[in-house]
Every structure is written in structure tokens, then in C-alpha cells.
């Protein structure tokens, strides 16, 4: 994986406490959009942060992302080291959605796992984190 550097640079960015986490979208060997986790200057009351996933599919809007492919890092501040990224079920469909085929994400210190949107039962697996208050 040649973006892994990248995504960590771009999780640098990122302005939440204890974690920094970091997403490059990837389509035919190039980065396309980058991410990170934020708390979106219009809600900067609220407790919510924007995912990088979201993130980073918000600035590549204009592009097509069929058979994409994304790497999401997130990193613990103080120790810098990985732990899991692995997306929540709302960033999981959104992805799926936009067109993103393959997830590779951080794993306690390892770039280990992969999240393929292709296979049938793939959210299964996933958790929605928190609850919405709408």
C-alpha cells in the first residue's frame, strides 16, 4: 500500500482529542480526495465530529469513485500509535454508495484488515457507533 504514509499525514489534521483519524480515496494508483475527523466549523458547539470517510467523499463529489479504493488510519495521540479505523455502518454505506469497492483500514498497530464493499454479507459485521438524536 503506497498511501499508508499519506493517510497518516492527512490523520495530522485531524482536530479531535484522542484520536486522529485520516482517509485517502485512491482510484487507478492515485489519490483522488483526502480526509479527517473534524468538528465542521458551523457545529462547533456540538459534541459530533464529520468522519474523514464522509469527509473525503464530500470532496470528491464531482468524481466518479467506481471500484475506488480507500485507507482509513487513525491514530492515538498521545502514544502515536494504529488503532482500529474500521468504519462505522453509516460510513460503510456511504461508501458503498459512492462507489468505493475496497476498504483497508488500522488495526492495533497494523494495516491488516480490509473491508471488501463487494461481498454480500459485509455489514453484518459492522456497528453503528453512538446514537443519533434527530
Not at 494495516?111 to 438524536?133: C, I, M, Q, R
Request: a positive charge.
Amino acid at each position: 500500500m503506497d498511501f499508508i504514509d499519506e493517510t497518516k499525514k492527512i490523520a495530522a489534521r485531524s482536530s479531535i482529542g484522542r484520536h486522529q483519524t485520516g482517509a485517502v480515496i485512491s482510484l487507478d494508483g492515485k489519490i483522488v480526495s483526502n480526509g479527517w475527523s473534524h468538528v465542521p466549523h458551523y457545529k462547533l458547539r456540538s459534541k459530533r465530529s464529520l468522519h474523514a470517510e464522509l469527509h473525503a467523499l464530500a470532496r470528491a463529489r464531482h468524481l466518479n469513485l467506481y471500484n475506488a479504493i480507500i485507507c482509513i488510519a487513525t491514530i492515538a495521540r498521545k502514544s502515536g500509535n494504529y488503532v482500529s479505523a474500521k468504519p462505522c455502518l453509516d460510513c460503510a454505506i456511504a461508501l458503498k454508495a459512492a462507489g468505493i469497492s475496497q476498504v483497508y483500514y488500522t488495526l492495533n498497530n497494523d494495516w491488516n484488515d480490509y473491508l471488501n464493499l463487494e461481498a454480500p454479507a459485509t455489514f453484518h459485521d459492522l456497528k453503528v457507533y453512538g446514537t443519533n438524536s434527530y
